[in-house]
Structures are given as structure tokens and as C-alpha cells.
């Protein structure tokens, strides 16, 4: 079935230090890909997605790219911010009326 | 306009009980999720309602959970009894259209945690 796997938390960084949270995946077809994120005592927010192969996603400073070669998504930004401290999750759906498969999430602190 | 809304925001309650949690969507919303997150785990789908129609419910666990949508609108999901395994986050969602069409928006969640 179709799952998806991300790095281990939590992930520590300075203010202004790059961030890359990897993000694989395992499914049949072409699924959309996406990234939400929860911020302490929120609900999931969608941080970006993209729909099919090379497709970039970007929002708030943050990008990924759907690779369907190495089938991943992994998300990047230059310049991390202290309010970016949250947990991340990237997820996928195999199409329009399909639900969402979630990943484990990475927590993520950004330290002044 | 207001966000998905989840009652309560925490719950204890010991194995053997019942519980129900309650999600009010975003008004107009047809498209109602359930979702759980237990400990260090996925979050995983539960089911998903159009309007008042169950339309996926592969992710339920077991016959102990049951979920409703009297009317189109609120939604509930009951666990009883409830075990300790059953302990975990609950996400409610809503979209106005299908998933990957328009976006999900989450409640904040509700904490259940079985002792």
C-alpha cells in the first residue's frame, strides 16, 4: 500500500541555519505530494504541495520538489526562523477522493 | 470566517468507558475527516464523510468506534468501550471539495488518553 517515510526528529537548529527534511514515498500511479505543519497547540496547516513529477511547492520560504526518479519530497529552506520551530509532515494522495497518507512527522526546534 | 472546531480538547477516561468527541466543520464544507495520531506513530485516516454519507470508512479500527454526521453538518465519533490502545490524538478535517482539489483544514485535535 502506499506509505510514506520521513527522517527522525527532533531536528535541532540555530536561527538562520538550512533545513532539509527528507521525505520518501511508496505508491502506484502519479499521487499529489504535500507538506503540512503544526505549530504548538495548532491543527495541521498545508505548508505547500505539488501535483506531479518536478513540480516545485513553495510557501512561507520553504520548497520542495516532487522527484518521481527517487520518489521524494523533501523539504528545504535557506534560512530557518525561530517561529518555524513546529512539527512537520509530509503526506501523499493518490488522487482527488482519496484520503491523505500521513508520515511519522519531524519535530523541528529552532534555537535563537 | 471559523475554523474547524474539536470538543473537547482533552479527555481521560479509564478502559471499559465511553467517550464521544464532537467536530464542527467550516460552514459549507461537504467533506468531513476523521483522523488519528497515536504516540510517535503516522497519523492515520479513519474515515470520511460527504455530507451525511459515509464514503470511505477503510480506516476504522474496530467496531467499538462509530462516527456520525446527523444532517450534513457536526460530526461525532464515539469509542466504547474504549482501550487503552485507543489512546492518541483525533484529527478532525474538512474541505470544500475532494482531497487534492482543495485543501484540508484541521481542528486542533483532541488528546484522548485511556487509563
Known amino acids: 500500500g502506499d506509505s510514506v517515510t520521513q527522517m527522525e526528529g527532533p531536528v535541532t537548529l540555530s536561527e538562520e541555519a538550512c533545513l532539509t527534511i527528507?521525505?520518501?514515498?511508496?505508491?502506484?500511479?502519479?499521487?499529489?505530494l504535500f507538506w503540512y505543519v503544526q505549530y504548538p497547540g495548532e491543527g495541521l496547516q498545508l505548508l505547500l504541495k505539488?501535483?506531479?513529477?518536478?513540480d516545485k511547492g513553495s510557501n512561507k520560504g520553504f520548497e520542495a520538489t516532487y522527484r518521481k526518479e527517487t520518489t521524494s519530497f523533501h523539504l528545504e529552506k535557506g534560512s530557518v526562523q525561530v517561529s518555524d520551530s513546529a512539527v512537520y509532515f509530509c503526506?501523499?494522495?493518490?488522487?482527488?477522493?482519496?484520503?491523505?497518507?500521513f508520515g511519522k512527522g519531524t519535530s523541528l526546534l529552532v534555537t535563537p | 470566517e471559523a475554523g474547524v472546531t474539536q470538543f473537547p480538547s482533552h479527555s481521560v477516561i479509564e478502559k471499559g468507558q465511553t467517550v464521544t468527541l464532537r467536530c464542527d466543520p467550516i460552514?459549507?464544507?461537504?467533506?468531513l475527516y476523521w483522523y488519528r495520531r497515536v504516540m510517535g506513530k503516522e497519523i492515520k485516516f479513519l474515515l470520511h464523510?460527504?455530507?451525511?454519507?459515509?464514503?470511505?470508512e477503510s480506516g476504522m479500527p474496530n467496531n467499538r468506534f462509530l462516527a456520525e454526521r446527523t444532517g450534513g453538518t457536526y460530526s461525532t465519533l464515539k469509542v466504547q468501550p474504549a482501550e487503552l490502545e485507543d489512546s492518541g490524538v483525533y484529527f478532525c478535517?474538512?474541505?470544500?471539495?475532494?482531497?487534492?482539489?482543495?485543501?484540508?483544514?484541521f481542528g486542533n485535535g483532541t488528546r484522548l488518553t485511556v487509563t
Open positions: 527528507n521525505c520518501t514515498y511508496t505508491a502506484t500511479g502519479y499521487p499529489s
Open positions: 478535517a474538512s474541505s470544500q471539495d475532494l482531497v487534492g482539489n482543495s485543501p484540508l483544514h
Open positions: 460552514s459549507g464544507h461537504d467533506n
Open positions: 503526506a501523499l494522495s493518490r488522487g482527488s477522493g482519496y484520503a491523505l497518507n
Open positions: 464523510f460527504v455530507k451525511e454519507s459515509k464514503q470511505d
Open positions: 505539488a501535483t506531479k513529477a518536478d
